[in-house]
């Protein structure tokens, strides 16, 4: 498809923003606390971990990570491996991510442990739901995360399993509830793009272009201004439209420009106003109907 003038100025500069992503941003973001492992089994641990509890405020975040990473450190594998419910209750008592408790973080623990019991791995029990012939991964995404919420916890929560009230299904968003399952979408991310300093590239049987980029708050404002989407909710189908727009510079590989455009918002301070962060900012001339 041929790009008219304003779409080919679009593509030479997010082409350049992803050439340019800084370290600096990788350090303000989820995707760092992977790296500091080598071990693949750890990183997709870590990388689920720090996916799932990847909402709220950055400083935030990165404390309650820091936190769950403190017990699991050195080797996340080796501790999910050993661990046992009935003596692990005592887990960093009173942890509070916003939301989230104790229990969903032992929760998690135990999805992760039965995983790999099943699987061998997260990333291949993931597999388990992923069709090569489907459009993208949302097929994949509602099989896994309903197999999920489908697995025993009464050893975490009790014989009845998942209370009605939890906030563990909070961790596992479905796009057939029409969730954008940006968590889920950016860890997916991290695991399939080829590795290249940022993303890890440790699923390679899923193609790049079978992702769905990650719809937060700042991408659905920067896509809106950019006119990568039309649509007003930050939904499955906003990411969809979203995605299906960057395929237009990058049929293989459309979510590799997620990570600079987020830090736009993330670490330039991107708030959709003409302020400071818009004279510095790379895409200032090609954002249509911003508030002023």
């Known amino acids: 498809m041929k790009l008219d003038n304003k779409q080919a100025q679009l593509k030479s500069t ?5 050439a340019c992503r800084s370290t600096r ?16 089994m750890d990183q997709e641990i870590v ?26 450190t050195p080797t996340p594998h080796d501790f999910i491996a050993s661990y046992e419910p009935a003596s692990s209750m005592d887990l960093l008592p009173g942890f509070k991510h916003r939301f989230n408790n104790q229990q969903d973080l032992l929760a998690i ?38 197999a999920v919420l489908k697995m025993d916890y009464s050893p975490i929560y009790g014989s009845q399993g998942i209370p009605a009230d939890s906030y563990f299904p909070f961790l596992f968003p479905s796009p057939a509830s029409g969730s954008a399952c940006k968590r889920l979408c950016m860890y997916l991310r991290w695991m399939v793009r080829p590795a290249d300093g940022f993303d890890l ?9 079978k992702l769905v980029i990650p719809v937060d708050a700042h991408i659905q404002r920067i896509a809106r201004f950019l006119g990568l989407t039309s649509r007003n909710q930050a ?6 439209e979203i995605t299906a727009a960057l395929t237009a510079f990058d049929a293989e590989d459309p979510v590799k420009y997620d990570f600079s455009l987020c830090h736009i918002g993330i670490s330039e301070g991107c708030r959709g106003q ?5 004279l510095t900012c790379d895409l200032a ?8």
Request: a positive charge.
């Open 14 to 18: 997010l082409e350049n923003l992803y």
């Open 25 to 40: 941003h990788l350090q303000n973001d989820p995707l760092s606390f992977c790296h500091r492992y080598n071990n693949s």
């Open 47 to 72: 990388g689920l971990i720090a996916a799932s509890f990847a909402y709220g405020k950055v400083n935030s975040i990165k404390q309650s990570v820091e936190k769950i990473l403190a017990i699991l």
């Open 109 to 146: 623990f135990w999805a992760i442990k039965t995983m790999i019991a099943q699987a061998g791995s997260i990333g291949n029990y993931f597999l388990r739901f992923y069709d090569s012939k489907a459009d993208d991964i949302t097929s994949a995404l509602i099989g896994f995360t309903s």
């Open 201 to 209: 590239g440790l699923w390679q049987l899923i193609p790049p272009r």
């Open 235 to 240: 939904d499955w189908r906003m990411a969809q």
């Open 274 to 278: 003409q302020r400071e962060a818009c």
């Open 285 to 292: 001339a090609l954002c249509g109907d911003k508030p002023q």
